[in-house]
């Protein structure tokens, strides 16, 4: 493990609690996520199992556009989180350049494994907690964990103002309703793709830097001025 890494903890889940209906009562008076000073804090987690190695590679190539995108907007930080293998699942360090994620990025390989969802939303709760964070990215494929749990968990992040955008590798079925529910429950977003069409990544995740650094009225600019998915995207978070 690197020295900019750290493992992220096994958590036992709490007790269930509450009713999906309760949660949507609280959405409906939770704050826009927006920083409140300096750069804005985005947490981009990926699925690195094996099935995700080709698009990984492509990632790694494109996210210098996050940073770019808020240059104007007072920068952002970001913090990598993956999962990969038997059990592991790592953060980084809080980064401030495209340089920086890039190098991180490119130390990790993907290994087989099953998906740890739960353990990134548990650390997205911690993380925000201890200093705000504007947004969760989450890249992956597959899901198969206890979908109620990611649902409440979801919803708890809402209630500290952190939309989760849920980009959607393929074509699963039961991760597609799953990432669904949660981006709703979030007050995020849920988009798909493919590796044929993974180029849409580049202006998608740009946007959402653009979300996290200058709040939604910033989006619904540069969504005015890119046009087409970008501005779906504005749309999607404003209902």
């Not at 930080?77 to 699942?89: A, K, M, S």
Request: with cysteine; charged share 25%.
């Amino acid at each position: 493990m690197g020295e900019d890494e750290k493992r992220l903890p096994v958590e036992t889940p709490a007790a269930e609690s509450g009713k999906i209906d309760a949660f949507l009562e609280k959405l409906k008076r939770a704050p826009a996520a927006r920083p409140q000073e300096g750069r804005g804090r985005l947490i981009f987690a990926l699925d690195a199992t094996a099935s995700r190695e080709p698009t990984w590679d492509h990632a790694c190539r494109i996210q210098g556009e996050m940073f770019a995108a808020t240059a104007s907007l007072g920068g952002l930080e970001i913090q990598l989180v993956f999962y990969r293998g038997f059990g592991e699942c790592k953060a980084s360090r809080w980064m401030t350049t495209a340089g920086e994620l890039n190098r991180a990025m490119r130390a990790v390989f993907c290994v087989g494994g099953e998906t740890q969802i739960e353990r990134v939303l548990l650390h997205a709760l911690n993380e925000t907690r201890k200093k705000s964070v504007q947004g969760l990215v989450f890249v992956g494929d597959a899901m198969e964990e206890n979908v109620d749990r990611l649902c409440r968990l979801s919803g708890e992040l809402a209630l500290l103002g952190v939309p989760i955008f849920l980009f959607h590798e393929g074509r699963d079925p039961v991760a597609a309703r799953a990432f669904k529910e949660m981006a709703r429950l979030s007050q995020g977003a849920y988009l798909s793709f493919d590796l044929a069409s993974a180029g849409r990544l580049k202006e998608l995740l740009a946007a959402i830097a653009v979300y996290a650094a200058g709040g939604y009225r910033a989006l619904a600019a540069y969504g005015e001025a890119k046009g087409g998915e970008v501005l779906l995207l504005a749309r999607q978070l404003r209902g």
